[in-house]
C-alpha cells in the first residue's frame, strides 16, 4: 500500500493497515494530538476506526475522502488538544466514544472549566476564550466507558487502560491481535528521537506525581510483556523491547524535581507558606518562558506552570510544611 501525501500531515505506517498520523503545524498551541487510523480489514472491520486523532477538519475531510467512511472514533481523555475538533469526525458519521468522566467535556466547555478545576483560579470567559483559539467546537453525542474497559467494533478489540497522573479519565489502548501499544498522552512526547519535548504533564489540580510513576512503570512493564509497537499522542513509534519512552519519562519528571529542589534550597524559603512558594516560583519561570506570552495564553500557562511547582514542592523532601 503507497500512502497518499498530503501537506502538513505526516503519514506513517505502524502496521500494513494501521497508520499513525501526525499533524505537523498546529493552528495554536494545544489544538493537535497523533493518532491511530485502524483501515478496513476483512473479518476485521469493513469500516475505518479512527483513535484520538485530533487534526484539523480539514485534514479530518482528507482522511475520509481517502480512507472513510469512518465508522467509529475514540478520545484517549479531555485536554484540549484531544477534543478540539473530536466535532469534526462525528460531523461525517463517526460514533464517538471517549472515558468517563472526561466524555463529558466534549459536550459543554463549562464541564471542561469545572471538571479541570479551572474554575479555582480563572474565569470562565478565559479559558472559552483559549479553547476557541485553538478551534474547539462541541460534539453532540458521546458515548461514554470508563477507563479499563474494553470496546469492540465488529471484529476490532480495544483494551483501555487507565493512566490516571495525567488526568483521571486518561487511558491508553492496546490493540492485542496487532500488538499495539498506545500510551496517548503519559508524556513520551519527542519529535525526533534527537529532539526532546516538555516529557509529562501534570499542570493540573487532579493530576499526581506519584500516580504518574506508577502509570510509566505499569506501561513499561505492559509493554515489554505483551506490545510489539509503542505509539503515542505527540511522539514517534518505537518497537519493543525499546525502553528509552519510559526511561526518558521518568528522566523529565526527575529533573522537574531537581529544578524545584534546587530553587527552595537556593532561595532559603523551605519552611514558607505553600502559596507564596508557589508564586515566587512562577514568577522565576522556571518552566515555561512567559515573558513573550499575553492575554489568556499567559493566563493559562501561568494556571498550568503553578499546579506543576506546586506538585513538585509537595513531592520535595526540602519543604518542610
Ligand atoms: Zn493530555
Redesign the pocket.
Known sequence: MTLPKIDNLEIRKVTEDILLIHQIKPPFFFSC?DGLLVLPKPVRNRKTIALDLNIEPRYVNSLNHIYGPVSNYVC??G?L??TCHVHAWEELGAKIHAPYPEANYLLDLHKFYKGFGFDDELDFNIVNHFAKLNGFQKCNHVNSFNPGDSLKFEDFKIDTISFSG??KG?IGFFLPKERIFHI??LGFDKPKPEVEGFGP?YGFKQCSIPQYLEDINKAEAFFLKNGKYLTS?HSYFVKSPNTHPFEYMRKKIKNNQEKVDKTLISLEILNKNENKVVKKLLQMDLFFPKKKLKGVVLEIYSFWESWIIRKHIQQSDYFKR
Request: aromatic share 8%; charged share 10%.
Open positions: 494530538c484517549s481523555h485536554h488538544d484531544h495525567h488526568s486518561h496517548s498522552c504533564w499522542s
